[in-house]
């Protein structure tokens, strides 16, 4: 399989790919693998390949510098792929030859199809291998992060999408700043009110993954068979109560102008919230650090969790984000290697770096002991908001996150169908009916793939 994507050729860029794959240096590695190893001391070359950019792709240079620099045997190379859907269809058009990297991130929608391409090697033979104890990493990660009974991948960079809301303009609009709306009535009365002055109350990018979390903040699975966790999905959800109330609620703020159509890119919105133009925004917790240093002291950051409607039921939401992936057609050593860089980039000290540098919450529990992270919530209570949510999300399949092969296909087409909502071309009852209907059949087309 893998070849499920329609645009996996025309996305990859083959200049990026081939210095990728000239990087590997394979050449090294095996001579560091052969019998001469105890003569050579050329250290392992391990290529991550990763989409982290701006602010988020520096500090992930920072900790490979920091790696790098604490140890003689491993050197990494990062490469930065382009967006998560670049750089898995750059992976899927190197799975043929050896130019793809050693290790690789990938959200947290990817990992069915990584678990179903035979391309990796499960990280749970090396947690076996050598008695690595999981204890300590975030119970709602690891269940996440758990098929079939195991750990194919190590969790790195973990968030969740929070409500953003600008203090000074609730205050302006005679708003409670200090009790940011919890559901969608709620948003819907303050949009309204925000909305003067040439301020819009909100907008959030039409991104799949809000409509994903959308369900789930309200207890309702996306796919079928228990969210695709009991057994291989067979029909998509998304054209269910959950989904026509999301939708329906969403366009009817975009139909009254009280919240602004800035299309499918989270950076637009959140240059939008920035600049003060509107007033509340949806985004992903790794975007905290950046905004809160983006707005400076021109007003109030104030972060809340994601909105439900106010007669839903128990829910929550899921771990987004994305997790580290080793290929299997590399030489042993350089996998082990990648799974020592993992291992690293796990730590409590390297996790704390990490989510006080972007807003990623840390995966393991023993990171909130380490006093960067203590002084970090005392200077910016609204890095707890993420943790909070976490936390008080209730474990259920809903919550627990969906899971498809055809998973990034599927929020392209959500997307589409969020999109011919706003433009009246469809209803939102229809344009959910017909998105879940293409899905389906994605999905079956996939599942016959996949048993061959
Ligand atoms: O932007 P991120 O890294 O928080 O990831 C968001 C989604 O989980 C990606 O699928």
Redesign the pocket.
Known sequence: CGTNSENTAGEVNVDQATEAASQTAEGSINEGAAPAAETSKEPVKVVWWHSMGGELGKAATQLVTDFNASQQDIVVEEVYQGT?DESLNKMKASMDDKSGPSLIQV???GSRFMIDSGAVTPVQQFIDGEGYSLADLEPNIANYYTFDGKQYSMPF?T?NPILYYNKTLFKNAGLDPEKPPATFEEVAEAAKKLTKDGVTGGSFAIYG?FMEQLFANQGADYVDNGNGRTAAATASLVNTDAGVKTLEWWKSLIDNKTMLNLGRKTDDTKKAFIAGQVAMTLD???SLRGIVDGVGDKFEVGTAFLPKPAASGDGGVVV???SLWILNNKPEAEQQAAWTFMKYLAEPATQAKWHINTGYFPITTKAYDEQIVKDNLAKYPQFQTAIDQLHATKAMPATQGAVMGVFPEARQLVETAIEEAFSGQKTPKAALDDAAAAITEKIATYNKTVSK
């Open positions: 998560y959200y947290e929608i960079n968030s993954w992903s917790t790794a987004g984000g994305a």
